[in-house]
């Protein structure tokens, strides 16, 4: 059972990157998916997440209009598609997938959710 994310990089403000976050060893399209982050000296926030299904996702106040969150259940896949990046989005990204919590209380219930990735570093330039 694991989550791989990818794409992560150096990027310079007002530029965009995208996500990715591939599952395996588990019935993907079960699990609602989201992304964190951690910047260096803070606490880890939540950024987005989406239903299983992909018909319901749910955003930090800090990324709404910026970023998109998406899934391919076919290629048990989630993405982050971030636009107008700014320095404050320099972090370390996660995602998770969890079968139980409702993306309402996602946030907040991190430190319930079943499966985490290693994370991809994202750095945006000034």
């Known amino acids: 059972v694991q989550l791989v994310e990818s794409g992560g990089g150096l990027v310079q403000a007002g530029g965009s990157l995208r996500l990715s976050c591939a599952g395996s060893?588990?019935?993907?399209?079960?699990?609602?998916v989201g992304w964190f982050r951690q910047a260096p000296g803070k606490e880890r926030e939540g950024v987005s997440c989406?239903?299983?299904?992909?018909?319901?996702?749910n955003y930090a106040d800090s990324v709404k209009g910026r970023f998109t969150i998406s899934r391919d259940n076919a290629k048990n896949t989630v993405y982050l598609q971030m636009n107008s990046l700014k320095p404050e989005d320099t972090a370390v990204y996660y995602c998770?997938?969890?079968?139980?919590?409702?993306?309402?209380?996602?946030?907040?219930?991190?430190?319930?959710?079943?499966?985490w990735g290693q994370g991809t570093l994202v750095t945006v330039s000034s």
């Open positions: 989406i239903s299983s299904r992909g018909n319901s996702t």
């Open positions: 998770a997938a969890d079968r139980r919590v409702w993306i309402g209380r996602w946030f907040e219930a991190q430190r319930y959710l079943e499966v």
């Open positions: 060893g588990f019935t993907f399209d079960d699990y609602a």
